[in-house]
């Protein structure tokens, strides 16, 4: 009897043992997921890989807004030019702002849906580069003007596209501005009278100047906005820290 009695004390202490055991194994695994969610969510606010917030979302669609009404007054412009001139270079540069304008206007219209918002970034801002690109080629005699206004579409990449997208951005960019100043130092000419076209680079480098600035102010608030977000994970994350430990 007394045997028996000692086997059932050792079975209960061995049972009380494992279900301590199982219950720390468990306290830390939460505190490990804890701990993991908390630097997941810190990398993703640094790398850009969050959903976008609606703040953002409105800052974006104020710059393609912007650019999409200067692009319809350029293609204006350069369609008036080649009617003019009866020159059909200046046609062309226009059919490519029309192209902007069809693009950034389908962009407009989805960029408030936040699921497709990643995909009409990528679509503005890589349509952007590859259309200058276009319209240099019809005009050489612009492609100063092209290769800076190529900018606003890197800065508003790097602004809202993270990772590897970024850096192909950055890429495509110094492709399209090489290219550009390529024809320049080659002297590629359109054959359209520069006394007419001085005004039309005049104008285009004012259009660009006033989509940068408004661009450099959204970017400005959109990193202090990161930046406020990222310090409240940091102290989420610390607090989870201190909890755990």
């Known amino acids: 009897a007394h045997r028996s009695g000692s086997r059932i004390m050792e079975t209960r202490q061995a049972i009380t043992l494992s279900d301590q055991t199982s219950q720390d194994a468990s306290g830390d695994t939460h505190a490990d997921g804890r701990a993991q969610a908390a630097e997941s969510l810190r990398n ?4 850009g890989t969050t959903r976008y917030d609606p703040d953002e979302i409105s800052r974006a669609g104020a710059v393609i807004r ?16 080649a009617w003019r001139l009866h020159n059909p270079r200046p046609a062309g540069v226009a059919a490519a702002g029309l192209a902007m304008a069809v693009i950034w206007a389908w962009a407009l219209r989805q960029i408030s ?9 990528a679509v503005y801002t890589v349509s952007g580069p590859l ?13 100063l003007t092209f290769t800076f206004a190529t900018f606003i579409f890197l ?7 993270g990772g590897r997208a970024s850096m192909q951005i950055v ?11 390529s024809s ?28 940068d600035a408004t661009m ?3 970017l400005r608030r959109t990193l202090e906005a990161r930046a406020l977000h990222l310090v409240r994970v940091e102290r989420e994350a610390a607090q989870m820290q201190r909890r755990i430990s």
């Not at 993703?44 to 790398?47: N, R, Y």
């Not at 849906?113 to 970034?121: A, E, G, L, N």
């Open 44 to 47: 993703a606010v640094l790398s």
């Open 66 to 81: 912007l650019n999409l009404i200067c692009v319809l007054a350029w293609t204006v412009l350069n369609t008036a030019a």
């Open 113 to 121: 849906d936040d699921q497709k918002t990643r995909r009409v970034i």
């Open 131 to 143: 259309l200058l690109l276009v319209m240099g080629l019809f005009v050489p005699e612009l492609s």
């Open 155 to 161: 800065a508003f990449g790097l602004s809202y596209m």
């Open 171 to 181: 890429a495509l960019t110094l492709a399209v501005a090489l290219i550009l100043s």
């Open 184 to 211: 320049e130092a080659l002297r590629w000419v359109s054959g359209v009278p520069i006394d007419i076209y001085r005004w039309v680079n005049l104008t285009g480098m004012l259009m660009a100047l006033s989509i």
């Open 216 to 218: 450099f102010i959204l």
